[in-house]
């Protein structure tokens, strides 16, 4: 079965730096697009970063120029360095992949358990 597993998560000052990266366990055949997308409180779940597996990359417009995206397909991990935070960037961050187990198999959309991002001073 296949899990995302996420982490860097945690608490920075504006204008600091944090990485997040997120695994994709199991079997894996391929990753399609994978990305980031974040939640803060009372708000609706929103897209940060994609990434398809040709590397076209794909921002939300609050984080293009501060952020970036990249995987390593070797490790079937995503990353999201994040650099120039704001508080406006405090959220649950959550790692999604479409991954397909094998060959022969259907395309699943996979997400991971969220990690927290607080920018505070």
């Known amino acids: 079965q296949v899990q995302l597993v996420e982490s860097g998560g945690g608490l920075v000052q504006p204008g600091g730096s944090l990485t997040l990266s997120c695994a994709a366990s199991?079997?894996?055949?391929?990753?399609?697009?994978t990305g980031w997308y974040r939640q803060a409180p009372g708000k609706q779940r929103e897209l940060v970063a994609t990434?398809?597996?040709?590397?076209?990359?794909n921002y939300a417009d609050s984080v293009k120029g501060r952020f970036t995206i990249s995987r390593d397909n070797a490790k079937n991990t995503v990353y999201l360095q994040m650099n120039s935070l704001k508080p406006e960037d405090t959220a649950v961050y959550y790692c999604?992949?479409?991954?397909?187990?094998?060959?022969?198999?259907?395309?699943?959309?996979?997400w991971g358990q969220g990690t927290q991002v607080t920018v505070s001073s």
């Open positions: 999604n992949a479409r991954i397909q187990y094998t060959v022969m198999s259907t395309i699943g959309d996979y």
């Open positions: 199991g079997s894996i055949f391929i990753i399609y697009t």
């Open positions: 990434i398809t597996n040709g590397g076209t990359r």
